[in-house]
C-alpha cells in the first residue's frame, strides 16, 4: 500500500506537506515527521495532547469517537463538534489520502 | 571519514543511557530542537524501544499479538541521525575526562551524558524468590514469559495489589485462571488512592473471580524446583502454579551512584534535570527531585514524568525553554474499567466523593488546604482536563459543589474568597466585599 499524502497547519499556520504510512496512526504519522505532537500517553486515548481539527466533510465520513475520546475532546481548548478528534485514534485509510489536518492550540 | 574523527574530537555527542520512553524522548527531542551533534543511543535490550503500559495489558490478553507497538520506527532513528546501540549497557563514567565505559568494554566520549536508566521490579527476597514460576513484570520479555504460565485453570498468586498485581489479576481471570492477590496493606492500591477507589476496585475484581488477602506477610514460596506454595506469616498457605511479584521498583541509579552523583532513593537532580554534575542529566524513573507544585521530594514513575523530564534535558542541552510541563498523570485500566489520575495525592488529602460509585462511574477529588491536589476518574474521563487545569492553579475548591457531579469541575471553584489571592483578576471584587 502506498503512503497518504497529507497537509499540515501546525499552531503558527504554517503548512507542511508530508507522507503518511500505512502502518502508522496519524498521531504517529505527525510525531514522526517532527510537528509539535507530545501524545504523552503513547496512543491509547487518555491524554489529549494529539488533538487535531479536520474538514467537517472528513469528519463526517469517519467513525463515532469512542466515550473516552470524546469526554477528552470535549473539554480541550477549541473544541468541535464536528472536526475535533484525538489522531491516535484515526487508523491508517485510502480515505484520507490528501486531507488537510490542523493541529489544534496547545493548552 | 578523517573529517568526521576530527568534528567527533572537538563535538562528542550526547550520550543517553537507556531507551525507555525517557531515553527515547531525549534523542528525538534533542533533533526537533536543532541539536547538530551526535547521538549515542545506548540500548540494554535488542530490539527497537516499546511502549511498556501494554506489557502488563493489552499483551497479556488471549490471543493478542506477542509484540508490544514500537516508541519510534527503526527508520526514525536512521532519519535522525540516532546511533542506537542495541544490548548495550553503561559500566562506568569518568566524569573528569567526560567518557563512558560500555559493557563492550568500548569507551565513549560524551558532551552531555543522559542517564535514562529507569526502575527495576523490586525483587522478592524471601526464601524460595528463585523457584522457577516466581515472575516479576518489567519488560516484554517478562511480560512473554508471564503470559505462557496464565493458562486456563492456572493457579496464580499474586504479590501486591498495586498497578501491576492488579492488571495481572484482571488478564488472568480473563484467561480462566485462579487468581489470589496477597496484600500487606489492608487494601488494594493503597500507596496511589483512596479508600472508596480502593473498594470499587476490591469489588470489580471480585467480581470477576480474583479472591483477595489483605494483611498477608509473604515470607516463602516453596516447591520442589517450582513454585507450589506461597507461605504467609500467620501460617497460612496458598498453592500457586505462578506468583507473580508486584512490589514496586528500585531506580537504577548504580551507575550515577558509582560516579559519585547524589542520590538518595533516586538520581537527585534540579529543576532543569541535571545531576549534582553540570554535565550530567537524568531522567524519567531513576530520578528524585522537587515538585514545582507542592515542594515535595519525589520520584514518579509515569510516563507523562519520563516524556516532560526529556523535554527538559533537550531544551536544556540546546539552550531553549523547555514547554511547561503537564500535572503528572496516571492510568491503570484493570477489567476494562480505567482509573485515570491527575495529580499526586497525599494520603492526609481531604477525599471528596464525586457521583455514585454504584453506578460504576465516578470520581475522588483531593484537597489539600482546601486547594486541589489530585483527581481519580473512574469509568470516564470528563474530569480528567478540568482537574488537571485547576491543579496547576491550585484552585480553591467548594467541597460541596465538588461533590455534586452535576456541576462541572470548573464551577466548584471558591472564587474572591482569599483577599491575600495574589491574582490580580480577583483583587477588585475581593476588595470590594471587604
Known sequence: MSNNKLTVVDREGSTHDLEWEPDQTLMEALRDNGLPVLASCGGTASCATCHVFLEKEVFDTLGERSEDELELLAEAEGYRECGSRLSCQLGFSRDLNGVTVTLAPEE | ?434
Open chain 2, 1 to 434: 571519514m578523517r573529517e568526521r574523527e576530527a568534528m567527533a574530537g572537538t563535538t562528542a555527542p550526547v550520550v543517553i543511557v537507556g531507551a525507555g520512553h525517557s531515553g527515547v524522548a531525549v534523542a528525538a527531542g534533542l533533533r526537533a530542537r536543532g541539536w547538530e551533534g551526535g547521538i549515542l543511543l545506548l540500548d540494554a535490550e535488542n530490539e527497537a524501544p516499546y511502549e511498556r503500559p501494554p506489557l502488563s495489558k493489552d499483551l497479556l490478553k488471549d490471543g493478542a499479538p506477542d509484540g508490544s507497538a514500537v516508541l519510534r520506527k527503526e527508520k526514525f532513528y536512521q532519519d535522525k541521525r540516532i546511533d542506537r546501540l542495541a544490548g548495550s549497557t553503561a559500566e562506568s563514567i569518568n566524569r573528569k575526562g567526560q567518557t563512558v565505559l560500555l559493557s563492550d568494554g568500548s569507551r565513549h566520549a560524551y558532551h552531555r551524558l543522559v542517564i535514562a536508566t529507569g526502575s527495576r521490579a523490586r525483587p522478592l527476597t524471601v526464601p524460595g524468590a528463585g523457584l522457577a514460576g516466581v515472575q516479576s513484570l518489567r519488560t516484554r520479555d517478562d511480560a512473554l514469559e508471564l503470559k505462557r504460565m496464565l493458562v486456563p485453570g492456572a493457579r496464580i498468586a499474586i504479590i501486591g495489589a498495586g498497578y501491576i498485581g492488579l492488571e495481572v489479576a484482571a488478564a488472568a481471570a480473563a484467561r480462566g485462571c485462579e487468581v489470589t492477590v496477597l496484600e500487606f496493606q489492608d487494601r488494594v492500591m493503597s500507596r496511589v488512592t483512596s479508600v472508596p477507589v480502593s473498594r470499587h476496585f476490591e469489588r470489580l475484581h471480585e467480581r470477576h473471580g480474583v479472591r483477595f488477602v489483605f494483611g498477608a506477610a509473604v515470607t516463602a514460596i516453596e516447591g520442589g524446583g517450582r513454585a507450589e506454595r506461597v507461605v504467609t506469616a500467620d501460617g497460612e498457605v496458598f498453592r500457586a502454579d505462578v506468583v507473580l511479584a508486584g512490589i514496586g521498583v528500585l531506580p537504577n541509579q548504580e551507575l550515577a551512584a558509582d560516579a559519585g552523583l547524589d542520590c538518595r532513593d533516586g538520581i537527585l537532580v534540579d529543576g532543569d534535570c541535571r545531576t549534582s554534575d553540570s554535565a550530567i542529566y537524568a531522567t524519567g524513573d531513576v530520578t528524585r527531585f522537587t515538585s514545582p507544585v507542592d515542594g515535595a521530594s519525589q520520584r514518579l514513575e509515569c510516563i507523562q514524568n519520563a516524556v516532560a523530564q526529556a523535554d527538559k534535558v533537550a531544551a536544556h542541552i540546546t539552550g531553549h525553554e523547555a514547554a511547561d510541563p503537564e500535572i503528572p498523570w496516571f492510568w491503570t485500566v484493570q477489567h476494562g474499567v480505567r482509573l485515570q489520575t491527575a495529580g499526586v495525592r497525599h494520603p492526609e488529602d481531604e477525599v471528596i466523593v464525586r457521583g455514585d460509585p454504584l453506578t460504576g462511574r465516578f470520581s475522588v477529588v483531593y484537597l489539600r488546604d482546601g486547594r486541589l491536589s489530585a483527581v481519580d476518574t473512574i469509568a470516564g474521563l470528563a474530569d480528567f482536563r478540568p482537574a488537571r487545569k485547576l491543579i496547576a492553579q491550585s484552585a480553591l475548591i467548594e467541597p460541596i459543589l465538588a461533590a455534586d457531579p452535576g456541576i462541572p469541575l470548573a464551577d466548584a471553584i471558591l472564587k474572591d474568597l482569599d483577599p491575600t489571592d495574589p491574582d490580580p483578576t480577583d483583587a477588585a471584587p475581593a476588595a470590594a466585599r471587604i
